[in-house]
């Protein structure tokens, strides 16, 4: 089973940037779908980027395409989301989450129960 810790949330004025992490651990094979999902207050988890561990593809909400960038470090075992150009409306708790043994869509954002697992979260405020 893969293991996720994330970190790099944080405050932040609208129209500046923040860039998250996501440490995995636990599972070596590079066939899986990493991706980040968000939460805010009153509102269902939402996808907001994805990729295929090892591949090259990216798939994003239309909501950050062009200020979010999704990336990975194998060697390190690690996935980051860049964000930049941040607005109030992107204010969440960010999660980290991967489907191991599987591909990797872009319509896998809609369904966060496709991921069987989660990190803790990292909270993201932005003001206005």
């Known amino acids: 089973q893969v293991q996720l810790v994330e970190s790099g949330g944080g405050s932040v004025q609208a129209g500046g940037s923040l860039r998250l992490s996501c440490a995995a651990s636990?599972?070596?094979?590079?066939?899986?779908?990493m991706a980040w999902f968000r939460q805010g207050p009153g509102q269902e988890r939402e996808g907001v980027a994805a990729l295929y561990v090892g591949g090259r593809m990216t798939y994003y909400a239309d909501s950050v395409k062009g200020r979010f960038n999704i990336s990975q470090d194998n060697a390190e075992n690690m996935m980051y989301l860049q964000m930049s150009s941040l607005k109030p409306e992107d204010t969440a708790m960010y999660y980290c989450a991967a489907r191991v043994k599987s591909n990797c869509e872009g319509w896998f954002l809609l369904y966060p129960s496709f991921f069987g697992a989660w990190g803790q979260g990292t909270q993201v405020t932005v003001s206005s």
């Open positions: 636990g599972y070596t094979r590079s066939n899986y779908c």
